[in-house]
């Protein structure tokens, strides 16, 4: 994603009520987050939200989850947080941090499911380890998430998307399924695009999706 300086951002985000940015604050939720929501529904992540269409609209469809948006940059997340505001639910919230540092902030089995939608590719003989797929980010997943809980990946790169399937079985996962072509496959259904997949799908590129959980749970 392009890292354009919006003007304002940082205030935009300091002053949201939907944006926890604060490290401190965010750590100190560990183990709690039901408690921002008041309630005991299950919580979703999407990490790497970019401008957030497509949390906000799981948000919408689902009142029974609540959703957390995790987003590295304020020059994305300002455009999520002009969605949230239009938006009269109380499920969905975003925390502006590096999702290196999942496991300071979430609890084990804290977690219902995540997305990962469009994940950057990274060069890999360089810096697997930031890939969002790569062993390391399995393991971090793999201590915030309920036993039963899911992983669900989408991107538009073949090669990310072969070296994601190859982590997934090195990390020790199991996949449910897998396909090359999201949208005319029988898990097309219910499929809520992101900003990234339809500006590929609009220019006739296939989606790739899996979706996994561990095995060793
Ligand atoms: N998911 C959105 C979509 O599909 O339209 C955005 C995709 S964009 C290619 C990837 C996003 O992931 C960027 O906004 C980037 O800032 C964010 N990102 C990448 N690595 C991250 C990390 N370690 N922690 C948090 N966000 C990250």
Redesign the pocket.
Known sequence: ?RLRNVSGAREIMEESPFVLQDEADQQARKGHWKDLFGNDNPIWIE?????GR?LMEHARLHPERNYLG????SS?LVRAVEKRREYEGDNVYFLR????DLTSIFDKDEIAGIYL????PWPKDRHAK?I?TSVNYWNRYDQILQPDGRVIFKTDNTGLFDFSLEQVEAAGWELDYFTRDLHHSEYAEGNVM????QRFTNVGKKICSLCAHRTHR
């Not at 990490?47 to 401008?51: H, R, T």
């Not at 939608?117 to 950057?120: A, C, G, I, L, V």
């Open positions: 994603m990490v790497g939200m970019g401008k497509f995790i987003e590295k940059y994305v941090m590096d999702a290196e939608n469009f994940s950057d930031r969002l992101t900003e990234y997949e």
